[in-house]
Structures are given as structure tokens and as C-alpha cells.
T-cell receptor
Framework: GQSLEQPSEVTAVEGAIVQINCTYQ??????LSWYQQHDGGAPTFLSYNALDGLEETGRFSSFLSRSDSYGYLLLQELQMKDSASYFC????????????FGKGTTLSVSS | NAGVTQTPKFRVLKTGQSMTLLCAQDMNHEYMYWYRQDPGMGLRLIHYSVGEGTTAKGEVPDGYNVSRLKKQNFLLGLESAAPSQTSVYFC????????????FGPGTRLTVT
């Protein structure tokens, strides 16, 4: 069956670094995406990995290991505004029509 | 550009009533999607469309119908609403030439009593 596993909650303090892990088991794999969602609003795209390795975008980085069916999102220099839900999502087909989402990780950043 | 818009933002229905949710995008994207989000469940795909006049079922299609008569619009219909359809509904679109990123609408919060 298809499944994406990520922790339900993570807490951290301002300025810290936090890593949100995602392990997946899907029928196909063409890439791993990360989305951020504030207070139930529209999810917004953060990053995408199609190949193994690290992708860096400002304070956020994302890593993928296809052999381990594993990826993570790394958030550095945490700010209060980073408090949100983070979802990993697997692109299952080449056309990009099938995207399977994890259940999300709620990150709480305190001062 | 407005991006992806959804109408309405909120709605309360009684069991058995019908309604249509409208999604519109102005980015000329080929692919459009309807998801539902329930507490602790992440986003689950209801139906999707890869172009005008085409639709396909996703993970949880039962109780919903869709239509894509125009490229920019994707409609989600509930013919006979049930309390189990109480959820937040998100529409999304994607450029088929850049499938790494989905663009989401603001959501429609639907309560069925």
C-alpha cells in the first residue's frame, strides 16, 4: 500500500534548527515535495527533490535518499513565523498527476 | 494574477442538499485537482483533470462529481451531502511542464449538519 510517515508534532525554540523526517512507501516515485500550511490556509510549496542529495533554499533545505525511501526538511534559524504544518508529498507518476501527501507535522516555535 | 481562487469560502449544508464548489485559475495550467483535508489526515485527492473536458478519480471520489468545461475552471459537485463530507476542500493547479509545484487555492470550509 501507499504510505508516507512523518512525525505529528515537533517543538523548538527561536534560532534553533529542526529536522522533519519523511519516509515513504508508494507504487511509483518521481520526486518528493514539501509544503507549508499556516492555520489551515492554502498550502504553499517549499522545495522539491527528484534526485538524491540536498537542495537548499534560504533557511530551508531538503534532502532525499531514494535507496532509503527517506527524505527530510531542515529548517534553520527558526523564527516564530515558521510555526505551521509541514507536509511531505510524493509524486508517483511522471506526468505529475498523482501526488500523495503525508498527514503533516505541526511545528511549534517558542521564544 | 489572482492565482487559484475558490468559491465559496464557507458553506453550511443540511444532509441531502446539493452544492457546487468552483475553482478558477488564471495561470493557464493544464492540470487541476480537488483535495479534502480532515484533521490529522493530510490532503486526500478526490478528483483531478489533465485538461479541458477530462476528469479522473483520485483516492476518495465517492459522493463527488466534477466537471472541467473550461481550462481555467474546475467544479466539484456534491449531489446529496452527508455529514462525512464535512471538511476543508482545496483546489490546486499545476503547469504540466513544471510538475514540481502545485498552486493551491485558499480553501472552502464546508459543514454538513
Amino acid at each position: 500500500g501507499q504510505s508516507l510517515e512523518q512525525p505529528s508534532e515537533v517543538t523548538a525554540v527561536e534560532g534553533a534548527i529542526v529536522q522533519i523526517n519523511c519516509t515513504y512507501q508508494t507504487s511509483g516515485f518521481y520526486g518528493l515535495s514539501w509544503y507549508q500550511q499556516h492555520d489551515g490556509g492554502a498550502p504553499t510549496f517549499l522545495s522539491y527533490n527528484a534526485l538524491d542529495g540536498l537542495e537548499e533554499t534560504g533557511r530551508f533545505s531538503s534532502f532525499l535518499s531514494r535507496s532509503d525511501s527517506y527524505g527530510y526538511l531542515l529548517l534553520q534559524e527558526l523564527q516564530m513565523k515558521d510555526s505551521a504544518s509541514y507536509f511531505c508529498a510524493v509524486r508517483e507518476d511522471q506526468a505529475g498527476t498523482a501526488l500523495i501527501f503525508g498527514k503533516g507535522t505541526t511545528l511549534s516555535v517558542s521564544s | 494574477n489572482a492565482g487559484v481562487t475558490q468559491t465559496p469560502k464557507f458553506r453550511v449544508l443540511k444532509t441531502g442538499q446539493s452544492m457546487t464548489l468552483l475553482c478558477a485559475q488564471d495561470m493557464n495550467h493544464e492540470y487541476m485537482y480537488w483535495y479534502r483535508q480532515d484533521p490529522g489526515m493530510g490532503l486526500r485527492l478526490i478528483h483531478y483533470s489533465v485538461g479541458e473536458g477530462t476528469t479522473a478519480k483520485g483516492e476518495v471520489p465517492d459522493g463527488y462529481n466534477v466537471s472541467r468545461l473550461k481550462k481555467q475552471n474546475f467544479l466539484l459537485g456534491l449531489e446529496s451531502a452527508a455529514p462525512s463530507q464535512t471538511s476543508v476542500y482545496f483546489c490546486a493547479s499545476i503547469d504540466k511542464g513544471a510538475v514540481r509545484e502545485q498552486y493551491f487555492g485558499p480553501g472552502t470550509r464546508l459543514t454538513v449538519t
